[in-house]
Nanobody
Framework: QVQLVESGGGLVQAGGSLRLSCAAA????????MGWFRQAPGKEREFVAG????????HYADSVKGRFTISRDNAKNTVYLQMNSLKPEDTAVYYC???????????????WGQGTQVTVSS
């Protein structure tokens, strides 16, 4: 497993932007596919975006396509989530996670960060 620490959350007005970062400990970061999930109060955790080990392929939930961009820097052991045109419905705790391959299912991800709060005001 790999240890993950998210940062970059905060309060932003609708239409604004935030960039989340997820730093991984250890030298095996490049061997993991990475994903971002989110969980709003009273709702189940949902897939947001995923990226393959090399960063060559990305996947997005329909709700964020065209607004969010996932990327990774394997030299820095970090994965990012650039969030633009934020909406109040994007308000949630955002988690990064590591898996053998990119899937949409949270149960396939074995390592999780502690989460970072994103709040979008209207």
């Amino acid at each position: 497993q790999v240890q993950l620490v998210e940062s970059g959350g905060g309060l932003v007005q609708a239409g604004g932007s935030l960039r989340l970062s997820c730093a991984a400990a250890g030298r095996t970061f490049r061997s993991y596919a990475m994903g971002w999930f989110r969980q709003a109060p009273g709702k189940e955790r949902e897939f947001v975006a995923g990226i393959t080990r090399s960063g060559g392929t990305t996947h997005y939930a329909d709700s964020v396509k065209g607004r969010f961009t996932i990327s990774r820097d394997n030299a820095k052991n970090t994965v990012y989530l650039q969030m633009n045109s934020l909406k109040p419905e994007d308000t949630a705790v955002y988690y990064c996670a590591a898996a053998e391959v990119v899937t949409y299912r949270s149960e396939d991800f074995g390592s999780w960060g502690q989460g970072t709060q994103v709040t979008v005001s209207s």
